[in-house]
């Protein structure tokens, strides 16, 4: 078996430009080796290259493959290798990480910190401040699809013994990972709202109440108007808007407001998709109108709405990765991958997993299997 050192070249997915996935995506078995050699020594020294197992997808994957929001999302150059989620065995760490947690051997899940690429080859270069090493009792594949869904993990934890808690989008990956915690921290009623309801109270997320949007309107039912929300988190885009509906329209509210410790979460933007090319939109998108609508809603509307909080940063350090693989070790959470996978490691697994993430209509993670 070679040795790192003598590993020339790798297999590993390509997206060659902006455009459908089926015409950009693709497996080459001849893309070289991510040498940590090759790197300046202040920035190898953070850095490790893992034999990588398993890739689970975000948003921001196909978000930077629309180019929608190219200028500021693009990879430097084509092709490049997507993904960023990842698990796998450390195979090389550079001889300047003298404070490095980590050794050769080690099994590891990370995060991504610069943007969503690098992982989905058969190697690849993980930040180890972002990274974790998984328990004996995970998988590789759920490893990552935990990693995807560090998020959850936040959110859950703003939770507080005894509230009432509605999530928007909740069969996804966020929303399938957070329920578990906050059930944990004591929540006393959570409700999902899923185009699948049915799947929502099964167990491992096992909410309380489901409801299917296609069917009933969350906003509108009776039972949530008389008994109101102490928290909603919005992980589908547009629940804000709706509520200000409401607000305008003088009706009565399914949350609490600010000024009884009701309480909005997001991690979204008003819509799924959003077109982006220069740094002053996007400062309007996710700096201005979140601090405009927590002013509001914590000023002279907090008796009417609820504290508005926009949630999607990730701190760039170990704790929220150490936190998730604890709650994982104890059983406290389980990993949810969307049942159509793990994918192959090939250029049609790697389409139809790119096209499920795309698609918004996911259960769980998106894992693409890597090496078994």
């Known amino acids: ?23 950009v995506i693709y497996v080459d078995d001849d893309v070289k080796y991510p040498r940590l050699e090759d790197l300046p020594p202040k920035k190898r020294k953070n850095l490790m290259v893992i034999k990588t197992h398993a890739v689970a997808l975000a948003c921001g994957d196909c978000r930077v493959l629309s180019g929608l929001t190219r200028e500021l999302q693009g990879p430097p150059s084509f092709p490049y290798i997507p993904g960023g989620d ?128 296609t069917q009933v309107d ?33 009706l009565n509210s399914i949350i609490k407001p600010a000024s009884q410790g009701g309480r909005f979460l997001t991690i979204t933007t008003d819509t799924p998709t959003f077109e982006l090319h220069s740094v002053w939109p996007a400062l309007k998108l996710f700096l201005l ?14 008796s009417r709405l609820p504290k508005y909080t926009f949630a999607m940063s990730l701190p760039d350090t170990r704790d929220v990765m150490t936190k998730t693989m604890d709650y994982a070790a104890k059983g406290e959470l389980k990993a949810v991958i969307d049942p159509k996978g793990p994918f192959s490691f090939t250029t049609e697994g790697a389409r139809k997993a790119f096209r499920l993430q795309e698609s918004r209509h996911i259960h769980g993670k998106v894992v693409i299997q890597v090496s078994k």
Request: aromatic letters at 8%; one cysteine or more; proline letters at 6%.
């Open 218 to 250: 969350p906003f509108k039912l009776k039972e949530f108007k008389e008994k109101p929300f102490d928290v909603i988190l919005d992980l589908s885009a547009g629940g804000w808007l709706k509520l200000t509906r409401d607000y305008e329209e003088d």
């Open 86 to 213: 990842v698990s796998g065995v450390v195979v090389e760490i550079p001889n300047e990480a003298d404070n490095c947690p980590f050794k050769v051997g080690d099994r590891v899940a990370a995060r991504f910190m610069e943007g969503p690429r690098g992982a989905l080859a058969e190697f690849a270069v993980i930040h180890h401040a972002v990274c974790e090493k998984i328990p004996e009792n995970i998988t590789f594949e759920d490893a990552a699809a935990l990693a995807g869904a560090c998020p959850a993990i936040l959110l859950a934890e703003r939770i507080r013994m005894g509230e009432r808690v509605l999530i928007l989008g909740a069969g996804g990956g966020v929303g399938s990972h957070a329920c578990q915690i906050m059930r944990h921290r004591g929540a006393s009623f959570i409700a999902g709202v899923s185009r699948t309801p049915k799947r929502l109270l099964e167990p491992p997320l096992s909410y309380h109440r489901a409801i299917d949007y």
């Open 289 to 302: 109108v979140p601090l405009w609508r927590a002013l509001k809603s914590r000023t002279w509307a907090r």
């Open 1 to 23: 078996m070679l040795t790192s050192k003598e590993i020339k070249t790798m297999k590993a997915v390509q997206g060659k430009d902006y455009g459908d996935i089926d015409e």
